[in-house]
C-alpha cells in the first residue's frame, strides 16, 4: 500500500523522478520551476538518486543535453515553463521526430510580453503541433502518477516518443497536497528499464539527425505521423496497468455528470476541479450542468470528446489563453474541428480567462454557463476573454 | 538502402530516420565529379611517403600489397593536392581518359 | 583508444572512419581535419556534430560517411549535445547498465556554430567540465550557406555579407579567438592545429581525448571554394597561414603556453593573402595594417609563451 502525504506538488513531482531512477537530468531554472529541479539536485546531492544533474547554462542547452543524453540510452528528465519552453521551441520539435522518450514536466506559466510568471496556457499551445505526447494533471495525484506513465509509455518501443506533462504553475506546483505515494516494489513492476532500439554507442554505430531532401522529408514526417496516431493502445494500456497497480483511473477525457447534460463545460488542467463545483451547484439548482477534462492533449481524443459532447446542447470551452488573430481560443478550435461533421454537435461557446492566474471561481463558471445560455453568439468564431476589465 | 531515394517507403524508415548502415555513403560515385583530370602515379619514382595518402581529403588514395599509394578512381574528385603535395613529383594530374 | 606517442607514416591509422562518397567540395581541407582528426581518435568515439558543411556533405538520408556513432541535432547546441552523451554513458557506466568502457565525446562544429551561434553552449560544457573534446573546424565564414561572415572571419575578407564596395572594404573586425576564450575558461587542454600539418594534428586531438576534462581543438580549415583559392593549394596554403604567423599553432596545457610544433621561419603575410581571391581587393596599406596586427598578436602570444616557460614549475610527485 502507498504511503499517504501532504506535499508540494513541485516536491512530488521530483520524488516521483527519482523513485523512477532517471539517469540524467538537465534543466535550466524558471519560476514557477524551480522547486523541481532544486529538490531533484538536492536527492542526488544527498544519494537518493543516482543521476548526472547538468545545471544548464539555458532551456534550450538543457533539451539538446536531454537529448545526447536519451540518444545515448539514458532516462532522462527536465522541466521548465513559459519562456524556457518557448527559447527550447526548436529543440522541442527535434526531440520528437528523433524519437527519443525524454519526460518534460512543463509547470504552465503564460508568455511576455509583459512578462508574467503566473500560469495559463499560452506556454502550452506554442509547442502544440511538435508532435510529443502531452497531457495534463489537475492535481498533485495526477502530476505525481504521471511521471511513471510517461516513461512507461514514452520509452516503450511501441511508441518512443518523448512526453510533456503540463501542470499550472503555482496552483498545482507550489500548492501542498495530500497524495499517495506508490513504494519501490509498484515501481519495478510498472516502470522497466529503458531500452532503446537504437542507442549512440561505438559497439553498434547508427547517425542520427541526418538530412532529408524533399524526395524524403514527406516520408519522415509520415512516419512520425503514423507514429503518434499508434500509440493509442500503449497510452490506454499504460493507465489501465496503473490502475491495477494502485486503483487509480485515469482516461483520455474525464467526465463529470456529463451523460445527461445538457451543457457541458470543457476544462484543461487544475480548472477541472473548480468546474466541477460549478456544476455541483447549477445541478442542485436545476440546470443539467456536466464537466468534460481533456487530460490527453495529444494525441487529441477525438473519439472520446465526440462521445461526451454529442449529446449536449451547449458546449462552453474554458481556454486558458488567447490565440491572436485565430478563433480565440485553441481548445474551443479544437473541439469545433472535432464536432464539425458529427450529425450531433453542440454549440460551442468558448471563453477566455485565467490568464496569468487570475483567479477563476466556480461563480465565474456559473456565470459563464448563464451568458451561454442566455446569449446567442451569433457567429462561431465569437469568443469572449471573461473579467476583462473596460 | 540499395534503393533509389524516390523509391523508399515511409515504413522502410527506421524510427527517427535513424541510418544503421556506418558509412554507406561509400556507396555513392563522387569520380563521376571529375571534369579537368586525375592523378597517375608513376611508381617508379614514388618513394612510398604517404604525404599523398594523408592530404587527401577523399580518402581516394589507398596503399596496395607493395606499399604504394595509388588513387582510387570511384571516389578521386581531381582536386590535384596530391600531385602538389608529392615531394618528389612522381603524380602528374592527366585529363580523363588517360 | 590506444595511445600512440607519435603519429607518422611509419604507423598510418589506416582505417577510414569518415567514409569516402562524402560531397564536400574538392580541395576541402576541412574535410581532411575531420578524417585526420577521426584516425586520431578511433572507433571508440561518440560524436555530437552541429549543422555545417561536414553535416551536410556526410548525411544526405539514406546515407551516412559516419562510421563512428554520430548524431546532429542543431546548429548551436554541438556543445550541449556532446554534454548530454557524456553525462549518459557516464550515468550508465557508474550504474552498471552499460560496461566500462573508455569513450570518447567529441563535439564538432564549425566556426559559425562555435563562434557565433554555439558561443553560448561551448562556454557552458567548458565550465561544467564535461570529460569530452570540441573541435572547430574553422573555414572563416558561414561556407555551407553560401560564404557569409562570421565572427571568425579575418579582417579585411570579402564575404557575401562583408563584401568589399563603394563604402566597405570587407570584413572590418578582427577574428575572434576562440581558442583564447576557451583557455579562459581555465580547462585542462586547448590547442590549435591545421590539416597541412597532420601528424602534429592527430597528436593534438588525441591529446585532447585522453586529457580529464573538457579539451578544445581550434583547426584551420582551408575553403578553396569559399576563399577563391586553387582546390590543389589548399595544403601549401595551410602552410602558409602558420608560417606568416596569422595562425599560429600552439598548445595551452593547465593554463601554459607552448608553441607545437616550433614555428617555422617567417612569411610575410602577402604571401598568404595573395592565393587567395577573398583578399583580391586589398589595398597595399589594408596588407601593412594586416601584417602589423599578425605582428602584434604574435608577440602576445609569444609573451604568454615566456611567462608560461618562466612561471615555476608544479611541484614533482
Known sequence: MGKRVGMEVSIAVAEAACQADVDVVAAYPITPQTHIVEHLSELVADGHLDAEFVPVESEHSALSVCIGSSAAGARTFTSTSSQGLALMNEVVYIASSLRLPIVMVVSNRSLSAPLSIWNDHSDVMSVRDTGWIQVFAENGQEAYDHVFWAYRVGEDRRVLIPVMLHMDGFILSHMVEALEMVDKELVNKYLPPFEPIHRLHPDKPVTMGAFALPELYTEAKKAQDEALKATWPVLLEGWRQWEALTGREYNPVETHRTQDAEVVLVTMGSMGETACEAADRMRNQGTAVGVMKIRLWRPFPFRQVREVLSKAKVAV???????????????????RAAMYGEPSRPRVVNFIGGLAGRDVSPQDFQHMVEEALSKMQDRQEDYEIYGVRG | MAKPITEITWIELEPGCVIVEPGNARKYKTGDWRTVGHPKVDTERCIKCAQCYIFCPDAAIERNEQGYFLPNLYYCK????????????????????? | MTEIKAFGPKNLPLEELF???????????????????????????????????????STPLPTTSWVVPYIHVGFENAAAVCSGVEAGLKALMRKARLPRKQVHCVAIAGDGGTADIGMQALSGALERGHDMVYICLDNEAYMNTGIQRSSSTPYGAMTTTSPPGRLSF?????????????????????????????????KKVQKAALVEGPAYVHILSVCPTGWRSQPEESIELGKLAVASRVFPLYEVENGRYRFVPKPPKQVPVVEYLKKQGRFRHLTDSMVEEIQKNVDEQFRRLEAKVRISLEAPQEPQE
Open chain 1, 317 to 335: 470551452v474554458f481556454d486558458r489563453c488567447v490565440s491572436f488573430g485565430g478563433q480565440g481560443g485553441p481548445v474551443a478550435s479544437e473541439i
Open chain 2, 78 to 98: 581531381g582536386c590535384g593536392i596530391c600531385a602538389h603535395e608529392c615531394p618528389v613529383k612522381c603524380i602528374d594530374m592527366v585529363p580523363e581518359g588517360e
Open chain 3, 19 to 57: 567514409a569516402p562518397g562524402h560531397r564536400a567540395c574538392q580541395g576541402c581541407a576541412e574535410v581532411l581535419a575531420l578524417r585526420l582528426a577521426l584516425k586520431a581518435l578511433g572507433r571508440d568515439t561518440v560524436v555530437a556534430n552541429a549543422t555545417g558543411c561536414m553535416e551536410i556533405v
Open chain 3, 170 to 202: 570587407g570584413q572590418s573586425t578582427q577574428k575572434k579567438n576562440v581558442a583564447e576564450i576557451a583557455a579562459a575558461h581555465g580547462i585542462p587542454y586547448v590547442a590549435t592545429a591545421c590539416p597541412s600539418y597532420p601528424w602534429d594534428l592527430m
